[in-house]
C-alpha cells in the first residue's frame, strides 16, 4: 500500500463520519467498519461531565480509543496541539482546562472533519480553539511553539510514525509532554492481518508493537517514556474486525487473542538538549 493511497482512504473514511455526526447519526463512526457503537475500542470513553454542554456531533464524531485529556494535567495559559482532532471532542474538553488564556490547536487533513469540528467550535463558543488542515507528519506550526501534545487513535493509521514522533518533538517546548491515546500491538500478529486496508483504516494494522512505540519516541530524543496498556482484546473483541477485513475468523482469531490493546502513551521533551532534532 502506497502512502497515498493509505491518506486517500483514511480522508475518505473518516470523511464519511464526518457526514453522517453532521446528519445526526448516533455514532459518527468506530474503529472497526462496521462495528457501530458497541464497538469495543471507541466506546465508554468519556463521562457524562466530560461531554454536557458539548455539541452532539463532537461526541458523535468521537472516533478514537481512549481519553488523552485525561492522562495529563493541563494549566490555565498552556497552549496545546491535538494530531488528528477530528470532530473537535478532545480539542473542545482541552480548552476548557487552559482557559481564555491558553489555546488549543486542532490539527486535520479532512476537510469533511475540519468543517465539523469548525462548527462545533462555534455552537461551543470556543474562543480559544483553532482548527488547522495539515498532516500530522508536517505539523504546521513553529519550532518549541507547544507545551502539551494529544492525540486520540491517529498516529497509528500513519505510515510513517517516526516522523510524526520527529515532528511532535520539534514543535514541543523543552520540557513539553506528549500524551497520547493509541492502538498497540502486544505480540505478533498475523500478515494478513498487517496487510488489510481496512483494519488499518480501522486502526489496528497499521498499530505499533509496544516496544516499538517506546524505541521510535526514544529516537526522535523523549525522555520519561511510558507505554501503559489498558484496554486489552480478547478474541470477541477481535471478531468484528477480522469478519469486516473478510478473514477466516477460526483461523485467525486465536492469534490475535490478548495482543492488540488500547494504550496510554506518555513522554517528555527533555529542558536539556539530548535529541536529534532539538538544537536545530
Same mark, same amino acid.
Request: net charge negative; charged share 25%.
Given at each position: 500500500?502506497?502512502? $497515498?493511497?493509505?491518506? #486517500?482512504?483514511?480522508?475518505?473514511?473518516?470523511?464519511?463520519?464526518?457526514?453522517?455526526?453532521? =446528519?445526526?447519526?448516533?455514532?459518527?463512526?468506530?474503529?472497526?467498519?462496521?462495528?457501530?457503537?458497541?464497538?469495543?475500542?471507541?466506546?465508554?470513553?468519556? /463521562? &457524562?461531565?466530560?461531554? $454536557?454542554? *458539548?455539541?452532539?456531533?463532537?461526541? &458523535?464524531?468521537?472516533?478514537?480509543?481512549?481519553?488523552?485529556?485525561?492522562?495529563? #494535567?493541563?494549566?490555565?495559559? =498552556?497552549?496545546?496541539?491535538? *494530531?488528528?482532532?477530528?470532530?473537535?471532542?478532545?480539542?473542545?474538553?482541552? %480548552?476548557?482546562?487552559?482557559?481564555?488564556?491558553?489555546?488549543?490547536?486542532?490539527?486535520?487533513? $479532512?476537510?469533511?472533519?475540519?468543517?465539523?469540528?469548525?462548527?462545533?467550535?462555534? !455552537?461551543?463558543?470556543?474562543?480559544?480553539?483553532?482548527?488547522? !488542515?495539515?498532516?500530522?507528519?508536517?505539523?504546521?506550526?513553529?519550532?518549541? +511553539?507547544?507545551?502539551?501534545?494529544? +492525540?486520540?487513535?491517529?498516529?497509528?493509521?500513519?505510515?510513517?510514525?517516526?516522523?510524526?514522533?520527529?515532528?511532535? @518533538?520539534?514543535?514541543?517546548?523543552?520540557? /513539553?509532554? @506528549? %500524551?497520547? +491515546?493509541?492502538?498497540?500491538?502486544?505480540?505478533?500478529?498475523?500478515?494478513?492481518?498487517?496487510?488489510?486496508? #481496512?483494519?488499518?483504516?480501522?486502526?489496528?494494522?497499521?498499530?505499533?508493537?509496544?516496544?516499538?512505540?517506546?524505541? *521510535? *519516541?526514544?529516537?526522535?530524543?523523549?525522555?520519561?517514556?511510558?507505554?501503559?496498556?489498558?484496554?486489552?482484546? $480478547?478474541?470477541?473483541?477481535?471478531?468484528?474486525?477480522?469478519?469486516?477485513?473478510?478473514?477466516?475468523?477460526?483461523?485467525? &482469531?486465536?492469534?490475535?487473542?490478548?495482543?492488540?490493546?488500547?494504550?496510554?502513551?506518555?513522554?517528555?521533551?527533555?529542558?536539556?538538549?539530548?535529541?536529534?532534532?532539538?538544537?536545530?
Amino acid at each position: 500500500m502506497t502512502d $497515498t493511497g493509505l491518506k #486517500e482512504s483514511i480522508q475518505q473514511k473518516y470523511g464519511e463520519a464526518a457526514r453522517r455526526a453532521q =446528519q445526526g447519526g448516533e455514532k459518527g463512526g468506530c474503529c472497526g467498519t462496521s462495528c457501530g457503537c458497541t464497538d469495543p475500542i471507541t466506546s465508554n470513553l468519556y /463521562g &457524562a461531565d466530560e461531554t $454536557t454542554g *458539548l455539541p452532539d456531533a463532537a461526541v &458523535a464524531a468521537s472516533l478514537g480509543c481512549g481519553n488523552p485529556t485525561a492522562l495529563i #494535567e493541563l494549566q490555565p495559559g =498552556q497552549t496545546v496541539l491535538d *494530531l488528528g482532532s477530528g470532530g473537535g471532542i478532545d480539542v473542545l474538553l482541552s %480548552a476548557r482546562r487552559v482557559g481564555p488564556t491558553g489555546k488549543v490547536y486542532g490539527l486535520d487533513m $479532512t476537510d469533511d472533519m475540519l468543517a465539523l469540528a469548525r462548527e462545533n467550535q462555534r !455552537k461551543a463558543g470556543a474562543t480559544n480553539v483553532e482548527f488547522l !488542515k495539515g498532516e500530522i507528519e508536517h505539523i504546521p506550526l513553529p519550532d518549541a +511553539s507547544v507545551d502539551v501534545i494529544i +492525540s486520540n487513535c491517529v498516529i497509528n493509521l500513519s505510515a510513517d510514525k517516526g516522523r510524526v514522533l520527529r515532528e511532535a @518533538f520539534r514543535v514541543l517546548k523543552p520540557g /513539553g509532554r @506528549f %500524551a497520547v +491515546s493509541d492502538v498497540v500491538v502486544r505480540g505478533e500478529v498475523p500478515e494478513a492481518v498487517r496487510r488489510s486496508m #481496512e483494519l488499518w483504516v480501522g486502526c489496528v494494522a497499521g498499530a505499533l508493537h509496544e516496544d516499538e512505540y517506546r524505541r *521510535l *519516541l526514544g529516537e526522535a530524543g523523549f525522555g520519561s517514556v511510558d507505554v501503559e496498556p489498558w484496554r486489552v482484546y $480478547t478474541v470477541d473483541d477481535a471478531r468484528q474486525f477480522l469478519v469486516d477485513a473478510g478473514l477466516d475468523v477460526a483461523a485467525t &482469531a486465536a492469534d490475535v487473542e490478548g495482543k492488540i490493546a488500547s494504550a496510554f502513551i506518555r513522554a517528555e521533551k527533555p529542558q536539556a538538549c539530548c535529541g536529534p532534532s532539538c538544537c536545530q
